[in-house]
C-alpha cells in the first residue's frame, strides 16, 4: 500500500519492523533492496544486504544481488573481501572461486585471478567455464599462446564455443596478422555450428578485408535463407552488396531491415546516404536521416549523412549546420571534415574550405577517398593566394 502511494520512507519503517519481528524473511528483505534501489539508494542496499547476509543463514538469492550490486558499483575490492570470507567457511566452492576470480579480473590481479581458476580445475578439470575464463584470463596478460590453448579446449557444443571462436579470429587477425588462419578458424567453425549467427557477420568481413567481396556476398546469403529475419544478417549482406558494387540490390536489402525494424537508425542512415551520394530520392533520403539522427541524437556519422543530403540539395547553410555537428561528435573522421569544407566552398569561404580539405588529408582517409580530397586542395591552392 505505502510503495503504490509512493510513501517509501514509511514503506521502508514497515519493512525494517516486519525483519524485526523474523530476521530471516528473505521476501521482505528483497522489497528493502528494491525500495532502496527506486530511491536511489543502492549503496545502502548492498550495506542491507550485506548485514542482512552476516545475520541470517546464507541465501542463494541474497548472494546473487549482493554479487549483482558489487558488480553494478564497481566495488571490487569489497567484493573480494566479501568472497574471501564465503571462502574461508568453504574453500572447494567452485562457484565462490569463480566469483572470485572474476573480481580479482576486474582489478587486473590477474594472477590472484589465476590461482583461483587453477584450483577450481583441481576440482574439476572438465569445466568448460574454467577453459574459457583462463583463455581470457591469459589474453589480458598477452599470453596469446596458453589463451589460444584454452579457447580451443572449447567444445562445439558448448554455450563458450562462438565467442572462443572470436577470441582465436582476433588473435590470428589482430595480433598475430594470419588472415588466412582466422579464416579457416571462422569457416571450420561454421562448418560444426551452422547455427551461430554472430559468425557470419565476421567472416564476411574479413573477406572484404581479404579482397573476396564474392566469398562475402555468397556466405552471407546463405545466411540470409538460414534466418530470414534476422535484422544483424540482413544489414551486413546490404553493407557487403554495396562493397561489391550491388547498389541496387544493397538498397533492396537495406529496405528489408526496415520492413523488419522501421526503427533501425543504421538502416535508415545507410539508405540516406547512399541515395544522397547518388543525388536521387533526396527527400526521401532527407526524411530516412531526420528519422535516424532523432533515434541517435549523438550519431555524428548520421549527423554528417543529413548534413550532406543538405548540400545535395543545394541547401549549404543548413548543411554546414549539421556537418559541424558531425565534425564535433567525429572530430577523426576525415569525410565529414571534406563535406565539411564542401559546404564552406559553396558558401565562398575558400579559405576555410582548404583548411578542413588538409584537415581532412592529415586524418588518414580511405584510397577511394584520399583523390577527391587532393584535388580539391591542389583547385583552391591554385585560387587562393599565398600568405606572405
Partial sequence: MYINQNELALALSHFH??????????????IIVLIYEQQKQSDKALE??????????????????????LREFQKYELGIQYLKE??????????????????????????????QLQVVQHINPNLEEVNYKLGL??????????????????????????????QRTFYYYQVDKKIQKAIEV???????????????????????????????????ENAAEKFPKDVSILYDLGAVYEKDGQIKQ?????????????????ALN????????????????????????????????????????????????????FLEKASQLEPKEPIIFFHLGEAYRKLGDSEKALQLYEQALQLNP??????????????????????K
Fill in 250 to 266: 544493397s538498397l533492396l536489402t537495406m529496405r528489408k531491415v526496415l520492413e523488419l525494424n522501421p526503427d533501425h537508425p543504421e
Fill in 270 to 321: 545507410f539508405i540516406s546516404y547512399s541515395l544522397a551520394a547518388r543525388k536521387e530520392n533526396l527527400d526521401e533520403a532527407h526524411q530516412y536521416a531526420q528519422k535516424a539522427l532523432k533515434l541517435k541524437p549523438q550519431s555524428g556519422h548520421i549527423a554528417d549523412t543529413l548534413g550532406w543530403v543538405y548540400f545535395q540539395q543545394g541547401k549549404f547553410k543548413e548543411a554546414k549546420q
Fill in 17 to 30: 519492523s516486519a525483519l524485526k519481528l523474523k530476521p530471516d524473511f528473505t521476501e521482505v528483505a528483497y
Fill in 48 to 69: 542491507f544486504l550485506l548485514n542482512f547476509e552476516k545475520e541470517n543463514k546464507a541465501s542463494a538469492f541474497i548472494h546473487k544481488h549482493v554479487l549483482r550490486l
Fill in 186 to 220: 571462422l569457416e571450420t567453425a561454421l562448418e560444426n555450428r551452422k547455427d551461430l549467427v554472430s559468425l557470419y557477420p565476421s567472416l564476411a568481413s574479413i573477406y572484404i578485408e581479404n579482397k573476396e567481396s564474392k566469398k562475402a556476398v555468397a556466405l552471407l
Fill in 86 to 115: 564465503r571462502k574461508a567457511k568453504n574453500p572447494s566452492d567452485i562457484d565462490t572461486l569463480l566469483q572470485l576470480s572474476e573480481f580479482y579480473f576486474y582489478l587486473k590481479q590477474f594472477k590472484s585471478a589465476l590461482r
Fill in 366 to 387: 580511405t584510397q577511394d577517398e584520399r583523390p577527391q580530397i587532393q584535388e580539391k586542395i591542389q583547385t583552391l591552392r591554385k585560387r587562393i593566394p599565398a600568405k
Fill in 137 to 166: 584470463l591469459y589474453r589480458e596478460m598477452k599470453d596469446y599462446p596458453n589463451a589460444i590453448l584454452y579457447f580451443e579446449k572449447i567444445k562445439f557444443d558448448s554455450i563458450y564455443y562462438a565467442d572462443s571462436i572470436l
